[in-house]
């Protein structure tokens, strides 16, 4: 239990108390192939490399998505992710934006997206992370052969 007044609690919170179930099962992928996109596709952006099917043990449980990416942003230009189930674009952000660097060399970066899904189903669920590109510029995924990860773990009720 929690007590407290305003901004300042103290006690201890069970996982249960903040509404979460148990973990049913774990899946990653990694990935250090290197993909290049250039496409300033609007609708799902294109695929990245990453995907990785799940099937849920109960039509309630959700799925937690979990995509670490390493970019190679060549012009300064931004970037979006698209989360997809199966053809369904689940979650969408757009633009992170890299800076070229005094060399002209681009802009490499790490970033982590986050996503709880209820895909309400017990069938063999694919996820996959697509990504588009600011004005079709380019952006490396997995560059320089860095590894990137996909992380699929599902959340009883």
Known sequence: ?????????????????????K????????????VLIASDSATNGVATGLNLSITPSATSSKILVMANIY?????????????????TEVYEDNY?????LPSGAGLRSARAW?????????????????ASTESANAVYFQAN???STLTLMEVLA
Do not use: C, K
């Open 1 to 21: 239990s929690i007590t407290g007044s305003g901004s300042t609690a103290t006690g201890q919170l069970e996982f249960a108390d903040a509404g979460g179930g």
């Open 23 to 34: 973990i049913g099962q774990v899946l990653q992928l990694v990935n250090s192939s290197e």
């Open 71 to 87: 970019t190679n942003i060549v012009d300064g230009r931004g970037y979006g992710i698209h989360i997809m189930r199966g053809t």
């Open 145 to 147: 052969t860095n590894q």
């Open 114 to 130: 986050h996503y709880l899904d209820s895909p309400n189903t017990t069938s063999a669920t694919t996820y996959s992370i697509n």
């Open 96 to 100: 992170h934006w890299g800076a070229v």
